[in-house]
């Protein structure tokens, strides 16, 4: 590689990395907590105590849910229904003034799914761990935030691709992972910050590049919903579950849209129903949200369209290569796969992903600090690019400096 392509990419490297630094340990901070979002909620969030029934009791309608959670907050109207995988016997309802709003003042509240009973209301936006989960989802700015912490992603994912290439020539004639432990501590931090570096590509690479497709949540669902009716306005919608021609009153539909749903697909299982309006739904129709009942599967959700006064069920349009890459994304995001062992391994690589961000951070600091003394001169054997006249790692003989930083 000439010296100036080594330019050009240690440039790169270096203002990609310097640009989202502060950002992604902000990033890795508030992450590190959240992979262990559901074990921290067990231990500080008081459990429902719910009542002792038998096995196959029946569950209560959810047209009577509906109206309990309309009783408890008059001048709510409901969004959505939608139960955790662990928790069968418990149902959440999302309330807030109006179905076309940004969600962000709505209320939660948990019911017996068995008897109908409200339980109370969950904090899960409130405290040390909603603190937590805005800063790393929006730093507390809605969508122009997500989209700012998403470009702050490509930066990083730049930083990453560029840190590979810089990488060969560095290691040219060095072992792999070498630290040079007899050289200066800046040299040492220089082979750390590789060494941690590649060692954690991969990983970096599928947290950073899940992350960046987080972001974009609101406008993927946004950009569905809008696919879907115009699938609708077009006729061209697959119907699955004709018009059964029966008049429901108004205080039962939505136990019938469950039932329409999970009649049209039954080897699925229910995740969320969406009340029309709402992001989710359409103006007309309720959206129910199933999903697979195998590992893989689980993470894939498939939403049907359902008309809560004709009983017809449909398909608008097949789940887009974009929503699945989301649907997939946002488990793998924070290692929730294979349960404990990996939120372990991606709280260590959160560590590692901190200490690698330190360390750039440090090296620029202590170059710039050089400059400043007068002591600019090549030491670190062609600093990702920056000095590239020597990559022969050979400890007997000076680094000399082939090209300006």
Known sequence: MSSR??????WLHR??????TLFLLILCLTGLPLIFSHEIGELTRPGFQLPPMRSDAPRAPLDAVEAAARAARPGLVPLYFFAEEDAPDLWYVKLDTRTDTDERDAVLLAFDARTGGLLGAPQLGTGFMGVMYRLHVDL??????????????VLFVLSLVSGVVLYAPFMRRLDFGAVRRDRPARIRWLDLHNLL???????AL?????GVINTWAELILKSWQTEQMQQLAAGRA????????????ERERVQRVLERATRAAPHMR????AYPGTLLGTQQHFAVILHGDTPLTARLRQSLLVHPETGEVLQASARPWYVTLFQLSQPLHFGDYGGLPLKILWAALDLIAIAVLGSGLYLWLAKRGAHRAGRGKAVDHGEHGEKTGDFSGRRDRPAVRGTKA
């Not at 507390?140 to 992603?153: E, I, R, T």
């Not at 229910?270 to 129903?273: A, D, E, I, K, N």
């Open 5 to 10: 392509a080594l330019r050009g990419w240690g």
């Open 140 to 153: 507390f700015a809605g969508l122009p935030g997500k989209l700012f912490l998403g470009a702050m992603g």
């Open 15 to 20: 203002w990609s990395s310097l640009a989202c």
């Open 197 to 203: 570096g590649i060692a954690t590509l991969a990983w």
């Open 206 to 210: 599928v947290v950073g590049g899940t």
């Open 270 to 273: 229910l995740s969320m129903l």
């Open 238 to 249: 697959t119907p699955l579950l004709a018009a059964d021609g029966k008049a429901i009153p």
